[in-house]
């Protein structure tokens, strides 16, 4: 499972920052862990022809079920009025060796 590096916003509610790459290969890994979180952006960052499922809410991420990213794509998921951010574990899982996700989240 890749290291997730967070480090803390100067915020006065507490909120966790985050801003970083992340390698997904063919095996389901979480790319980010249960939290309470504002908003959520991923995009597929891989320089090949990976595609990436991201999952939310799933023990493990399971390929072309869930949210299907060609390179370039973008996933986001904010706060709205009557609405809150996915607060959950997501997973995700390339379809071939190598993908790359950033992701930003606070």
Sequence with gaps: MPEL???????DDGMISRNEKV???????QIAPARKRRVILIRNTSTGTQRITVCM??????????????????????????????QGVITAISDSSGGQLSIFER
């Design 5 to 11: 590096r967070i480090s803390t916003c100067d915020e």
């Design 57 to 86: 809410g799933f023990k493990e991420a399971v390929e072309d079920e869930g949210i299907v990213l060609e390179p370039g794509e973008l996933f986001s998921d904010s706060n709205s009025e009557g609405y809150e951010c996915w």
């Design 23 to 29: 390698t997904v290969g063919t095996s389901s890994v």
